[in-house]
């Protein structure tokens, strides 16, 4: 796994290479694209998160990735001329094809950059190839293009995104491949597609799609005194952030620390999900105090903002090194097994026994403080409420586990 992770970082880093090799006056005048923002590692990260959503096993998720992030390797040094004229991206897909085979797996990848600008109406196709010849990876990544070219660079509001997805509703068929847009549409639903398109280290997004059982971020322990120490001082400081959560992070470290206990966690992993709970609202450091302290109902507009921290605590908790699943159990508290969670829409297979344990103790704590639009309700009630989202929001064994842990 190490030596297929160096290749996707290096085959990333060639992709960089060749987005800046786009930084061209001519291009600059001639084009309405934004240039040398990253078009090939954005193209490579939407088909992989296409592929994922379809089901697609590892190597072929591999091999879209490599194709998504290699698939204008014909156009440098012409790049004005190969996108939008159909004799120059004709070109391009032909001379990317040739050049793409002297990689790993060449012969494979090769069709899938011959036929990225292909569309299912030959009025939109380069090559007029008939669907049936064009690969399923071809096709995620001829939508893929298409849609990088119709984004912005700038933060994607809720009316901009909605036009994008019109924009995909109306092409389909056309310009764009029917068999992509279904899985495009589930995709869009979930905060974390847009927000990892803001995401300032994509590599390091997609090696974790890929990754996913792999602690291939991980470079410490955090059962020594000092992560400790640091969790327990940021807790603080996020709790302090808010006038109603004082010792929310706290609590909820204690609730879910006695809830693994509860379930026979030896020592060293229950102090670890403790060390979890935390640090589970990192994120919330990033919203701001007039949404966090606001006394009556969020606007829908606020309401994403909210739903943003859990994404951040994630790729803090990543960035820093922790293990794979220690940064899961944190941020993975607004999930559910139903898949209808926020902000990955992750569903139940993926959801570890520490984050169902996570979303326990957060939803426990929250419903048994004071908030400024209710008093803290008494854990009897609070383990009832909860208990109506047993088979879409929480575990039905771990909740029968709580009721007795916690009361």
């Known amino acids: 796994m190490r030596s297929e992770a160096l290749y996707i970082r290096r085959m990333w880093n060639f992709s960089k290479a060749l987005d800046l090799a786009l930084v061209d006056e001519e291009i600059v005048i001639g084009q309405n694209l934004p240039i040398g923002m990253r078009h090939g590692e954005r193209v490579g990260y939407m088909c992989l998160r296409i592929g994922l959503t379809l089901g697609m096993s590892h190597n072929e998720l591999v091999r879209l990735l490599i194709a998504g992030l290699m698939h204008d390797i014909g ?84 009316e901009e995104r909605g036009k994008l997805i019109q924009w995909v509703k109306e092409h389909e068929g056309r310009s764009l491949y029917a068999e ?15 927000l990892d398109l803001e995401h300032q280290d994509l590599l390091q997004v997609s090696l ?26 940021f807790a603080r400081l996020i709790d302090q952030k808010s006038a109603f959560t004082a010792c929310h992070s706290q609590d909820v470290a204690s609730n879910v620390e006695r809830l693994a206990i509860g379930i026979g966690w030896d020592k060293k992993a229950c102090k670890a999900i403790r060390i979890a709970g935390l640090l589970h609202d990192l ?30 605590t994630y790729h803090l908790l990543a960035g820093a090194g922790f293990p794979h699943h220690v940064i899961q159990w944190a941020a993975f508290h607004h999930e559910r097994l139903d898949g209808q969670g926020y902000p990955f829409g992750i569903s139940e297979e993926k959801l570890n026994t ?49 009721r007795k842990i916690l009361l």
Do not use: C
């Open 75 to 158: 156009a440098v040094g012409g790049f004005h001329k190969f996108h939008g004229i159909p004799y120059w991206m004709k070109e391009h897909a032909l001379l990317g094809a040739e050049i793409i085979k002297r990689f790993p797996e060449g012969e494979i990848l090769s069709e899938a950059i011959l036929h990225h600008h292909e569309a299912p109406h030959r009025n939109y196709a380069a090559l007029k190839a008939d669907p049936s010849q064009v690969s399923l990876v071809a096709k995620i990544i001829s939508f893929a293009d298409k849609v990088d070219v119709n984004l912005s660079r700038k933060v994607l509001n809720r």
């Open 180 to 194: 992509v847009v279904p899985p495009f549409l589930k995709l869009v639903k979930t905060e974390a597609f847009w």
């Open 208 to 233: 974790d799609l890929l990754f996913d059982q792999w602690d291939i971020w991980s470079t410490s322990r955090i059962d020594d005194k000092q992560t400790y120490i640091l969790a327990k001082t």
């Open 283 to 312: 994120g919330k450091l990033s919203v701001p105090k007039k949404i966090l302290d606001k006394p009556g109902p969020l606007e829908s507009h606020e309401v994403e903002v909210i739903r943003t921290h859990t994404y951040y």
């Open 354 to 402: 520490g984050a169902r344990l996570m979303t326990i103790a957060d939803m426990f704590t929250a419903l048994t403080e004071d908030r400024p639009y209710r008093e803290a309700l008494s854990a009897e009630k609070a383990l009832e409420i909860i208990g109506r989202g047993v088979g879409t929001s929480v575990d039905s064994n771990l909740m029968e586990r709580a």
